[in-house]
């Protein structure tokens, strides 16, 4: 028997948001119906998604959303983040693709219809092809070719939208895009990845004028992922090591945004690593946002190695992980969220992603994912804790509504709290989300 969520006073409050979240390339399918993007031509690449699969159908939420929105609603969230897929609103020629913008308006009616809040994420990873040939992240121009974009889309979603993401994990598409090459498009190469972050950064800027000019009133934002480092032992190698790869993961996103400025590691880069920064590009950067969106899985320790790098330890035999192999730490986001307040002045945060893999099974018509049911329990009442302790969190997503395309991990890992059959599209609420629901549905 799976336990009951408990009731947490802290996010009880009416104005506390409890959301659910999505991304497009990872349910919608339907690639045939918009331009390719990064994602259609890396899936191609032989090894590069373990089961070989693509986002050709993906949960065909694109034929679905009616079904996916009214589970949303029956199971009580107060909102639904989800983005929008570029190349399903921007056609190579320039021009605008009515279907696609259509697609997402019948969404926001429909969100609208029953009082669901819609957080719109802008950019969660589909570069359009077209643009990767034009250099994609590299290349200055598709920061400027993301605001037009932007503008697009604010014109024709009006005040339909509770708020706006400009992008979800520029590290990921920084980092793990064009330096390691583990995401699409697969580039490899220290000398691409703070480059191509900084163009993220400077498209989030360009898009914050963007959505403050059309929509002044719609709180707008960015979305950060966050690991919690910890020093692998106290000793003064590992305590500097941690700083390291703090600054490199977490402040290379949080202090360009927040502060205006790249932390001091930017001027330790060989010369070949550091972005061009043009004059004017900071404080486009550092436009103020309404809100800092952040996703949070796991911590991680630092063991310090010789010429002053560092390496980031797997998970200790002894650890509770995901499937994953993530450690499951939710203290590590209480400390996330307290660090955070206690180095920047921040702005109203919303935890935008929470969530775990599960190996789930159906067994007569259940699925009884009991270590994502405490998983969630215990980060909420990590973010409770935070809260006490004076961080201003505003709400809470869960990632993610259904078992989706996890990106190179293919179909293999769900992080649904819906359960998914990829031959049906037949949709099982686990008792993640019923226990969830019951919740929510006190807590209305
Ligand atoms: O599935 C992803 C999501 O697209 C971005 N954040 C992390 C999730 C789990 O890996």
Known sequence: MTKSFTLN???????????????????????????????????????????????????????????????????????????????????????????????????????????????????????????????????????????????????????????????????CSAFLGYEIGVHAPGKVGKQYGKKAAHHLLLAHGLAMQVLTDICPDIPSGLVLNFTTYYPATQSDADKQATLLAKAHFNDWYASPALTGQYPPLLESLPAAERPVIEPGDMAIISAPMAYLGVNYYTRALVQACPGGHFEILPPADNVPVTAMNWEIYPQGLRDLLLQLHNEYDLPPLFITENGMAEDDVVQNGQVHDKVRVNYLQHHMQAVAEAMEHGVDVRGYFVWSLLDNFEWAEGYLKRFGIVHVDFDTQQRLPKQSALKLSEWLKQRR
């Not at 399903?88 to 429909?110: H, K, M, P, T, W």
């Not at 040939?133 to 939208?161: I, M, P």
Request: one cysteine or more; glycine letters at 8%.
């Open 9 to 171: 006073k802290v996010l009880s409050g009416a104005d506390f948001t409890m959301g659910v979240a999505t991304s497009s390339f990872q349910i919608e399918g339907a690639s045939e119906l918009r331009e390719p993007c990064i994602w259609d031509t890396f899936c191609q690449v032989p090894g590069a998604v373990k089961d070989s699969s693509d986002g050709r159908t993906a949960c065909d939420h694109y034929h679905l959303w009616q079904q996916d929105i009214a589970l949303i609603d029956e199971l009580g969230f107060d909102a639904y983040r989800f983005s929008v897929c570029w190349p399903r609103i921007i056609c190579a020629d320039g021009s605008v693709n009515q279907q696609g913008l259509s697609f997402y308006l019948a969404i926001l009616n429909e969100l609208q219809r029953r009082g669901i809040k819609a957080y719109v994420t802008l950019y969660h990873w589909e570069l359009p092809q077209f643009l990767e040939d034009e250099g994609g992240w590299l290349n200055r121009e598709t920061a400027y070719a993301f605001a037009d974009y932007a503008r697009v889309v604010a014109t024709a979603f009006g005040d339909k939208v509770s708020a706006y993401t400009t992008l979800n994990e520029p590290y």
